[in-house]
């Protein structure tokens, strides 16, 4: 065992249905593949290998997809449910998937009125009830953010069984994508691998919708870069698709300043929630947008630069920031970006945070696994018991913990 390195129980490795066989997956990578429009992709017409897609899910696919998921949550286990635990979950997506065809709705549709009485009647008024429900004084939220396909997607059912059963609440699922001008070189190098095994927007809303029904707490958001996986794509199309195969949040990385009116509007129709983004330095119009429409939670950058090579955050004004945000909207306040161990986790509970994003250390200790043979798996999963290590926080106006 490496020095640091936690003593962890061996990886449950829970039964879960696996994404169907290649579903969406391009042969090899194709430069520029997930750009294609969702509608195209699954319109039934042969893909880039000659494999017919599925068809999308129409409105009223979503909304039953928002139906069953609501209806899973009653088999919380850790206490999480009530408020949080009916809003938003996702239950067997994969039979909203298979219906996907069988109607015309609208953008509107049967998706919005099953949202919002799914909300209505799990008593999930309050946005973003369903994400980090379970936090408490000492239990911070915790969300990690993975390329999906690295490690790859076969394995992505073991992986979110794993954090399932680890007592983390989101798994921040990102459709990989290159080149991102807001990443370093970890998770530029984790998407490139994912897109070097032919993953594409198909294949991992396919592999969602199989393995959501198994999951009991863990929330999935999906995270989409608009110039390489959305361009030419209806969004209300597009957020029906990722609303129906389960997800329970969307964050849409590069909207053109343009399109958000239409983004809110068609998330909303969909039933799905939504992560929006502001940085700490961001101005006062930014920050209110952010606050006003973040309905599965506000993301808090903690300063501007890149995954994985920024410095410490400045705490000070991130306690300003945050205190800002908390009378600005009822969503929960999650802060990422130079967010590396436990410590800083309960450093950002004591600033007034419900949850911490982790990105690039622990996408770096699944690219050390797949380069040393080790289970990249039982690797992520020493180092969420890293995060969740009980820690002591004092003196946090000096930075200081112990």
């Known amino acids: 065992m490496r020095d640091g390195l936690l003593a962890v ?3 449950s490795r829970r039964r879960v249905p696996g994404p169907p ?6 042969p090899a990578a194709v430069p520029g593949v997930a750009a294609l429009s969702l509608a195209s992709c699954r319109s039934g017409a042969a893909g880039p290998g000659g494999t017919p897609a599925p068809a999308p899910p129409d409105a009223a696919g979503a909304g039953r997809g928002a139906a069953v998921r609501a209806a899973s949550r009653g088999a919380d286990t850790d206490g999480a449910g009530g408020a949080g635990g009916g809003s938003y979950g996702a239950g067997a997506a994969g039979a909203s998937r298979a219906v996907g065809t069988s109607g015309t709705a609208g953008a509107g549709g049967a998706g919005a009125a099953s949202g919002a009485a799914v909300r209505a009647a799990s008593g999930a008024g309050d946005a973003g009830a369903g994400f980090f429900a379970g936090r408490r ?3 911070p939220g915790l969300a990690v953010f993975v390329n999906a396909g690295d490690p790859p997607l076969d394995v992505l059912p073991d992986l979110a069984a794993m954090l399932d059963d680890s007592d983390v609440d989101c798994l921040e699922l990102a459709v990989p994508f290159p080149d991102s001008v807001t990443d370093g070189p970890v998770i530029r190098r984790s998407a490139d691998r994912a897109l070097a095994g032919g993953v594409t927007l198909p294949a991992v809303l396919d592999a969602v919708a199989a393995l959501r029904p198994t999951l009991r707490r863990l929330r999935i958001a999906l995270l989409a870069d ?3 996986t959305v361009k030419g794509t209806d969004l209300g199309d597009f957020a029906r ?11 849409l990385h590069g909207l053109p300043p343009r399109l958000r009116a239409a983004h809110y509007e068609a998330a909303d129709r969909a039933g799905l929630p939504l992560v929006t983004t502001c940085y700490a330095v961001s101005g006062p119009a930014t920050v209110a947008e952010a606050a006003r429409h973040a309905s599965a939670y506000l993301y808090l950058v903690a300063h501007y630069g890149r995954s994985g090579t920024t410095a410490a955050p400045d705490r000070e004004r991130l306690g300003t920031v945050l205190g800002r945000l908390r009378g600005a909207t009822r969503a929960p306040l999650a802060v990422g970006f130079g967010v590396r161990t436990g410590a800083d986790v ?5 600033l007034g945070a419900d949850a911490a994003v982790v990105g690039s250390a ?3 200790r699944i690219e050390q696994a797949l380069e040393t043979g080790r289970d990249p798996v039982e690797e992520f999963a020493s180092f969420v018991a890293e995060l969740r290590r009980p820690t002591s926080h004092h003196r946090t106006n000096e930075g200081t913990h112990t």
Do not use: K
């Open 9 to 11: 129980a061996p990886v």
């Open 21 to 26: 066989p290649l579903a969406g997956l391009a």
């Open 137 to 139: 004084p000492g239990r």
């Open 226 to 228: 608009w110039s390489h």
């Open 241 to 251: 698709s990722v609303a129906g195969a389960g997800c329970d949040g969307l964050l």
């Open 346 to 350: 309960a450093a950002l509970e004591a």
């Open 362 to 364: 622990g996408v770096a």
